[in-house]
């Protein structure tokens, strides 16, 4: 099998031995050129510059995150000189403050990261640190995922769309975003999704008597649970029918969370018909026809 390589720029990950460290020197988890001012903003760093066991996991965690978001960023700025990237449900704009200061800092052209989180003191937060830290290519906007559909404080375009754990159907509303704004990758890590499970439940009754598989969510934990499952699977039947290829795997290294998984899609502009009619399929087997609005497919 053929051994996996680091990316040239990526960072030496620390070993799940160091993990067990209460707080030790960061030089090896650290690369050359990255703010320590904004890894002690962000409480990665202590005060006096060191990494304790929960930042170094969090740090990790952005990182192999990273991994996934770079060739992606590079593939679209080498074809037209410049990225446009919007974090939906941005919290304190972890990620995007780490996607800048490793990969968008070192541009001088128009690239963009654009924060859209509802919490206004967030949003300032964000705006002060990025104005300190000379971060011009940020900026931060207070509107919920959906309002960002129609805003017009945001491009017309942009190249990237990013969720991460944002809130119940915050993620398809990203997704929603990411179609409208022609984004040629999207990649999302679903949060809980509560929408699906309660329709599941609504209609379980009728459900029974005509489809032995509801059995997998007769029983309420298990309704949250397909819920949660069929939601992922939707979602991606909903990308593959606007043309994207997708693929789902696991953002290893967020021991802390148990929504860890990673959706991510490349516009391909690949055949719809398939992909929708089983998207139609799945959601008339299950008795989810009213959720064909969220999931839609033209
Ligand atoms: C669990 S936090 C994740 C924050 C960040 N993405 C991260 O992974 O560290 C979810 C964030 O999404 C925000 N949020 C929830 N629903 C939202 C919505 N509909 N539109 C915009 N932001 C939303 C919340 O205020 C919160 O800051």
């Not at 320590?36 to 929960?54: A, F, V």
């Not at 541009?107 to 859209?116: A, E, K, P, T, V």
């Not at 207070?142 to 809130?167: G, K, Q």
Request: proline letters at 3%.
């Amino acid at each position: 099998m053929a051994k996996k390589s680091r990316a040239p720029n990526a960072p030496i990950a620390s070993t799940d031995s160091s993990d067990q460290k209460p707080e030790s020197s960061a030089k090896h988890d650290i690369r050359p050129g990255q703010s320590l001012e904004l890894l002690k903003e962000l409480h990665i760093l202590t005060r006096d510059g060191k990494l304790n066991q929960d930042s170094r996991r969090k740090l990790k965690q952005v990182y192999h995150l990273f991994q996934f978001i770079e060739p992606l960023l590079a593939e679209i700025h080498t074809k037209q000189g410049s990225v446009t990237l919007v974090d939906h449900g941005a919290g304190k704009s972890y990620l995007g403050f780490i996607l800048y200061d490793l990969y968008f800092k070192a541009l001088r052209d128009r690239s963009h990261i654009f924060g859209i989180e509802t919490r206004a003191e967030l949003v300032e937060k964000s705006e002060e640190l990025a104005a300190r830290l000379g971060f011009d290519g940020m900026s931060f906007v207070n509107l919920s995922v959906a309002e960002s559909i129609t805003s017009d404080r945001l491009p017309e375009t942009v190249d990237i769309v990013t969720a991460l754990h944002a809130c119940n159907t915050a993620t398809d509303d990203a997704i929603h975003f990411a179609l409208q704004k022609k984004a040629k990758s999207i990649v999302v890590v679903p949060c809980c999704q509560a929408e699906v499970a309660s329709v599941l439940r609504k209609n379980k009754g009728h459900s029974l008597s005509k489809n032995v598989l509801t059995e997998m969510w007769r029983h309420p934990l298990h309704t949250r649970e397909f819920g949660s499952q069929i939601t992922n699977v939707l979602r991606c039947l909903q990308l593959e029918s606007h043309g994207y290829q997708v693929s789902v795997t696991e953002l290893v290294g967020w021991e802390h969370s148990m929504k860890n998984e990673l959706i991510i899609a490349q516009f391909k502009d690949l055949p719809r018909g398939k992909p929708a009619q089983r998207l139609s399929d799945v959601l008339e087997t299950l008795g989810l026809e009213e959720m064909r609005e969220r999931f839609f497919t033209t």
